[in-house]
């Protein structure tokens, strides 16, 4: 296998079949040794967290395609704490596709002159440029257009099956009692003309889950689901 990106929380490797190898790693994303899935840069070390992301990945993953959604999973191997995906080209040098169903985090943030802390937003949909020295700036549909990051029918595809992702993952919590608040998909183009696909991970890194009143930390996730 040759290494061919080296990320924050993975490692991306390509095999010799042509698809893609992940290697999760122990580092989850945050600031000053806190947990926080908006922070761009690794704030702690937690043992064990990669291969809970992975098989709460894993999880949800094998959930979507069996609805007929369009992965880039393929397998995943708990002991390796190893995914093996399909290859997908990112849209400009990456998005993050965010589906909010909560005011909270930097959404409250931005607009908390208008509207309550927890406030529900019924899957609003935003997408931000992946790009850590801005702070993964938000962007418009008229911009992604303009700047040929995306198409027009690109980004209403993206939309529409961001919330159907999201909403199918809520269902599936709601199921163990748990509430969503927001969650971080992110999309590729896939080798076949036209090939839109949800890619990266779908661990309780990438989503803002309550029990009730409490926000359920990341890795004890995969306590409610199996």
Do not use: W
């Not at 990106?5 to 490692?11: L, S």
């Amino acid at each position: 296998m040759k290494r061919i990106y080296q990320g924050k929380t993975k490692d991306v490797y390509e095999k010799e079949d042509g698809t893609i190898r992940l290697m999760f790693k122990d580092e989850m994303t945050g600031k000053d040794g806190v947990f926080d899935p908006g922070e761009n840069q690794v704030g702690l070390t937690v043992e064990g967290s990669g291969r809970s992301g992975l098989k709460v990945s894993q999880y949800f993953f094998e959930c979507l395609n069996q609805a007929g959604i369009q992965t880039h999973f393929l397998a995943a191997d708990l002991e390796e704490k190893s995914m093996d995906v399909k290859k997908a080209v990112v849209f400009g040098q990456g998005l993050e596709v965010i589906c909010r169903y909560k005011a909270v985090g930097s959404f409250i943030r931005r607009y908390a002159d208008y509207i309550e802390s927890g406030a529900d937003l019924n899957g609003y949909v935003e997408i931000t440029i992946k790009d850590d020295e801005r702070q993964d700036p938000f962007i418009s549909k008229d911009a992604l257009v303009l700047l040929g990051i995306l198409s027009e029918a690109e980004y209403d595809l993206i939309k529409e099956q961001t919330k159907r992702i999201c909403d199918l993952i809520k269902e599936e919590l709601a199921t163990k009692g748990l509430t969503l608040y927001d969650i971080k998909l992110e999309f590729g183009r896939g080798e076949k003309p036209g090939e839109i696909m949800l890619i990266d991970e779908l661990s309780g890194g990438n989503m803002r889950v309550f029990n009730g009143e409490e926000s359920v930390y990341p890795l004890d996730l995969e306590t409610y689901l199996f």
